[in-house]
């Protein structure tokens, strides 16, 4: 049921937002040289890596960390990077993700390849057995203001109240959250 929404949906969003999409790949290709889509290797479920790819709001040769682990991250932002990042319009590329399979719309976010300590506790807590998700519990309730240790929290707590329903609030949230740019750090 949820893969089968998780289809219907993405294949919706992207009808819907196939001109806003465009527009994003406009600016993104003009305002910085370099790919439009920067393919990040992160864990899926089973903690099996995967690609997952965003439009590019960092300059070619950042380093491949979180953002929040750079030095002074904003000097290697793009001259769009900033507003994609805070509106969320970076994660639009992760519809595709989604059609593959290798996300859902609601789950816990994919870590980084080299986030051992957040894979380490996913896997202890039984959370690698979800699938990654767009959004989730954890970013509805702080997203980078979270430590690791509260994120997983946060995501223990998903999968043991899991349901369609909690998926739709989870969604909502995340839709009023994003429309208000609340818990972004970057």
Sequence with gaps: MKRLFDLLLALLVAIVLALPILAVVIVVRLTSSGPTLYWSNRVGRRNIIFKMPKFRTM?????????????????????????????????????WSILIGDMSFVGPRPALFNQNDLIALRTQYGVDKLV????????????????????????????????FWFDMKILGLTFSKVVRRSGVSH
């Design 59 to 95: 300059k070619v040769g950042t380093p491949a960390v979180a953002t929040h682990l750079l030095s002074d991250s904003t000097q290697y932002l793009t001259p769009a990077g900033s507003f994609l990042r805070k509106s969320s319009l970076d994660e639009l590329p992760q519809l």
């Design 132 to 163: 990654p998700g767009l959004t989730g519990w954890a970013q509805v309730n702080g997203r980078d203001e979270l430590s690791i240790s509260i994120k997983v929290q946060y995501e223990v707590e998903y999968l043991q109240k899991q349901s």
